[in-house]
């Protein structure tokens, strides 16, 4: 494809074939199609008919693709040259033309045929094939205005030329110019445009091609691609881990920035997961495979940004449309500027000048680069900070966004109970811990847990006539000592000043107490809470900053929620919502007729996610909710939400900056060349540059930095 109208046409024609649907992409070379009941095979046929080739994308596809355009650049460099080598002449006599003598400077007319006709169908050849296939399929695109303008000034000099016509100026010089300096701007875009699509280059790039695997007893190398799931692999200090995997022995921290865009290194020990591509530090791991090939978080991130470049946002419909039309009006413009010279100015030469300058000047590439350039570095940028944009639409709400609702238990908070206070009413902190720890050894209570990651005590005493009751808490017999771990209520104790305070912060309480006979005396106060995570507080602020409603909704009582909510400087919440009542709260956020967006980890918030106009998913959630989501997070921290809308906000800025190139260049370039302001010669350079100007721009985005990012590798350290 060589213009914003080309991939228009493609478009609508397999849009138009029966159970097709079709989003064809300008910049990344790509369509993607959705079938219904129709082969592949069905999907090249109509390319072809089209007047294009395809073939469907593989494994090995960007590496063929990425050899086939290296061969084409070289190939197009050496005909560049030749070209400027065949019109410096030809330019270069207008310079001497201007001095004295004028007329006689000129080159023999002959001469500068020879020089002009190869750079017009050899060099320029590629436009009359491309104008050709595009006439031949229905439609017309920019080499049907490039291959009409030359071919005018060509054939009219030529004309002149032969018939000996010397009281009329020839225009060799002028297609020629055009042709080198259009080749010019395609070779300069199509440079620009390998670095968009840089981003997923670098992901691939760092995939491991080997790893060390266990087999009988003995560690061999192994091409990755041959590792399976449950495959033991080893990975030594300073080398990157070659699939996803569980830590089985050994400890380590890995560089997850490429995941994550954190640049704090994150400790591992047995239990922990590692994920494909990430560099192992100094200590060695031994790991048990996980996921592998197409199954890796990696590969599901290239996966995720290519099908994110490839889509298209709703700004771009309007250029779509335009382009689509483009063409044909450029054509009737041109003649009318030909028949309104000739017939004020008499001048034939003359009014053939300024219509080749209206066709040459014309070009809709720019408005065809202008969405896909900015949305490729876009997602790019987005994938290098661990913010995974499902689709371009998405990634253009996000910045309109008024309501953002938070689930609370994963997203706010940490998702996991930790023992935030020990009040010891008799004995020290320690030992509560520890008799608590005893009782809740067998426990798979959440709250269990939490009380056995505080106990540091690495001794814990036997239970026997250990028995738990439902609703209330567990009871057993430790050191001879007969204890009792569980609600306050079970004590009598649900009035006490103490326990009320740390209740009213949000947190729950148990009670430790030992059993004398018909009394128990109270031993420590252990309060438990899913704490909030260091940067939620932060994030909430940025959020409001940006003008953006923040509501909270959870399952919890109106008192812990409000105490959330306050240590998170939230001022809305919505208490006791059950599972799958989220999405009708969402719902109703969305009748005040602003953009209501949804943050959740959970499968019970994937409905909710599903409901909100856009969508985050937090990365350590369900892949029930990552399915749901438009754009997922792959750092544990609110803080990616704010870097999503930055990064949103900066890719529609540079969308409506390119848009705006586009637009303003040609409502004044066509004018301009209508009305006879604008050489064939000047009009080229300016079509040529008017291409790269848009890409060029689009390159900026990798300036974009995820605040939030560098704000959480701060306070870590």
Known sequence: MTCAAC????????????????????????????????????????????GFSAEIVDE????????????????????????????????????????????ANELP????????????????????????????????????????????????????????LHDQHVYFEGGAAVITLVLLGKLLEARAKARTSEAIESLIRLRPKTARVERDGQWIELPVDALMPGDIFLVRPGESVPVDGEVIDGESSLDE???TGESMPVGKAAGDRVFAATANGQGSLRCRATGVGEQTLLAGIIRLVGEAQGSKAPVQRLADRISGIFVPVVCLIALATFVAWWWVSGDFAEALVNAVAVLVIACPCALGLATPTAIMVGTGQGARAGILVRNAEALERAEKIGVLALDKTGTLTCGQPQVTDVVPLQGTRDEALRLAAALEHHSEHPLARAVMQANVAVD???????RATPGQGVTGEVAARSLKLGAPAWFGLDADAAIVSLQAAGKTVIVLGEVQGESVTPLALIAIADALRPTSREAVARLRQRGIRVVMLTGDNAATAAA????????????????????????????????????GDGIND????????????????????????????????????????????????????????????????????AAGLLN???????????SVSVVSNSLLLKRWRPRGAQSGAMEQR
């Open 7 to 50: 991939s228009a046409r493609l478009e609508k024609v397999l849009n138009r074939q029966a159970g097709m649907q079709a989003n064809v992409n300008l910049a990344a070379e790509r369509a993607r199609v959705r079938l219904n009941g129709v082969a592949a095979e069905a999907v090249i046929a109509a390319v072809a008919k089209a």
């Open 60 to 103: 090995g596809t960007r590496a063929r693709e990425k050899a086939e355009k290296m061969r084409v650049y070289r190939e197009e460099i050496r005909r560049f040259w030749i070209a400027v080598a065949l019109t410096l002449p030809l330019v270069g006599q207008m310079l001497f033309m201007f001095g004295e003598g004028g007329h």
């Open 109 to 164: 007319r002959w001469l500068q045929f020879v020089l002009a006709t190869p750079v017009q169908f050899w060099i320029g050849w590629r436009f009359y094939d491309g104008a050709w296939k595009a006439l031949r399929g229905g439609g017309a695109n920019m080499d049907v205005l490039v291959a009409l303008g030359t071919t005018m000034a060509w054939g009219f000099s030529t004309a002149v030329t032969v018939f000996g």
């Open 257 to 259: 920035a490429m995941l």
């Open 460 to 466: 814990l005493p036997a239970v026997t006539n250990f």
């Open 564 to 599: 959330i909510a306050e240590q998170a400087g939230i001022a809305e919440f919505r208490a006791g919502i059950l599972p799958g009542d989220k999405a009708a709260a969402v719902n109703a956020l969305k009748t005040e007729k602003m953009l209501v967006a949804m943050v």
């Open 606 to 673: 994937a409905p909710a996610l599903a409901a909100a106009d856009v969508s985050f998913a937090i990365g350590a959630g369900s892949d029930a909710a990552i399915e749901a989501a438009d754009l997922t997070l792959i750092r544990n921290d609110l803080l990616g939400v704010v870097d999503a809308i930055s990064l949103s906000a900066a890719t529609l800025g540079k969308i409506r900056q390119n848009l705006f190139f586009a637009f303003i260049y040609n409502v004044l370039g066509i004018p301009l060349a």
């Open 680 to 690: 064939p010669v000047v009009a080229g350079a300016a079509m040529a540059m008017s």
